[in-house]
């Protein structure tokens, strides 16, 4: 089986090759990828290269397919998996699979399995660690964000409070009612992070979501509307913290002048996480979310609140097999939308320069189409290309019967109107 994938062969060397796949072993499993969603992991792994801890030392010589955010079809299934899954199978894998603790992870590790190509070779590693998850939903791509939104499910069962002043047992979760700060919020997993905490099984009482583009928190507040939120029970604020002087001021005030109990921070910025350490209430959990490619990262943390306030800190990297079936299932209710972090979309023979690029391209979750050749699209172009291609002009009509957001509808007409 040919397959036509990007691999890493160094720092920022990727190359689009088509090759031959060997033929699957009896402990493997070959897969038909469909979509991959860009990740800025993807992003950090490419920059760093074998200086990457999941990146192998020989990848110059040992290539390795990169993207770890896929959804597929099964295409044959090795003698040992016989019973677990079949061909024509839809799925999606949660990649931490931390085998034997080694950090190795599909999209990183191995020479065959990776979700930016037409086919890949799922290793036993994957199914030996549960990783390979079926998936009966309509649409690739939302089995694809089920990754990012899988992490986002990690990073809020870890938040923790205690369960009484002097009591030295931890709730983990969301304060159930109370106040939440979303610290650089409008992004792909800004967004993400805001749809889990509206519509997850804990929800605070006010949500407070700060950025720094205007453009950026028009569109999350149009997505997220206030009258949305109080559907929910919650108080949505958005708050952009370039028009004031002292944004921990202003925002201890929002919160009513208690501070908050759940922090998140979105990005791994000094300024960001010390804003985040500031505005913690009593018992204050502050999460830090965002995954920094510096080593030495630090921040001013108040002391004086650990030990007086029961402020604390915590993160999370990755997730849990059951934090991807969580993510599958309030994904496949309709409960949560990550078609809200998409806003673009990009074919096979465009991914490795989306990937090496992301950071200056604006916008949320770039996704992958691997089977088409298409440049890198924002949704909202399509009105524009579609006056030269009515195709664009059909897609632009269905984003906009979806909220201005791609969709299952708009996926089935990609995949049906434009060619492999
Ligand atoms: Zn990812």
Request: proline share 5%; net charge negative.
């Amino acid at each position: 089986m040919k397959t036509k994938a990007v691999r890493l062969y160094g720092a920022k060397d990727l190359r689009l090759e088509t090759y031959e796949l060997p033929a699957i072993t009896e402990e493997e499993i070959l897969v038909k990828i469909y979509t991959d969603s860009v990740c800025m992991s993807t992003y950090k792994e490419v920059k760093l290269g074998t200086a990457h801890k999941r990146v192998p030392g020989d990848v110059a010589e040992n290539p390795i397919i990169i993207g770890h955010e896929m959804a597929g079809e099964i295409v044959e299934v090795g003698k040992r998996w016989m019973e677990d899954f079949y061909p024509g199978q839809r799925f999606s894998i949660q990649p931490d699979i931390n085998y034997l603790g080694k950090g190795w992870a599909p999209g990183y590790s191995f020479p065959n399995c990776g979700g930016d190509c037409t086919y890949c070779i799922l290793p036993k590693e994957v199914m030996e660690k549960d990783c390979l998850i079926p998936y009966a939903g309509e649409a690739f791509y939302a089995a694809s964000l089920a990754e990012p939104v899988c992490t986002l499910i990690s990073a809020f069962k870890a938040f923790y409070h205690r369960s009484a002043y002097a009591a030295y047992e931890h709730i983990m979760g969301l304060k159930e009612g109370g106040k939440m700060a979303i610290l650089a919020g409008t992004g792909a997993m800004g967004l993400g992070a805001i749809d889990l905490a509206l519509h997850g099984d804990k929800k605070p009482s006010l949500l407070v979501v700060t950025g720094r583009t205007p453009k950026k928190l028009e569109r999350a507040a149009r997505i997220f509307t206030e009258e949305e939120a109080k559907k929910n029970g919650v108080e949505i604020r958005f708050v952009n913290t370039t028009k004031t002087e002292d944004p921990v001021a202003l925002l201890k005030e929002i919160s009513g002048g208690t501070g908050f109990d759940d922090v998140m921070v979105m990005t791994p910025v000094t300024e960001v996480i010390s804003m985040g350490n500031q505005i913690l209430g009593y018992d204050g959990c502050l999460n830090f979310f965002a995954g920094p490619s510096d080593k030495t990262l630090t921040a001013p943390i108040n002391f004086y609140d650990i030990h007086y306030q029961f402020t604390h800190i915590c993160g999370t990297s990755g997730a849990t097999v059951q934090d991807m079936k969580d993510a599958l299932q309030l994904a496949g209710e309709g409960r949560i939308n990550p078609s809200v972090m998409v806003t673009h979309i990009v074919g096979i023979d465009n991914v490795a320069e989306t990937t090496i690029n992301l950071s200056d391209i604006p916008g949320g979750k770039k996704l992958c189409y691997t089977h088409l050749n298409l440049p890198l699209i924002a949704l909202e172009d399509f009105k524009e290309l579609g006056k030269d291609d009515s195709r664009f002009a059909d897609l632009d009509e269905i984003c906009e019967r979806h909220a201005g957001l791609w969709s299952a509808e708009a996926e089935m007409y990609l995949m049906e109107h434009f060619k492999e």
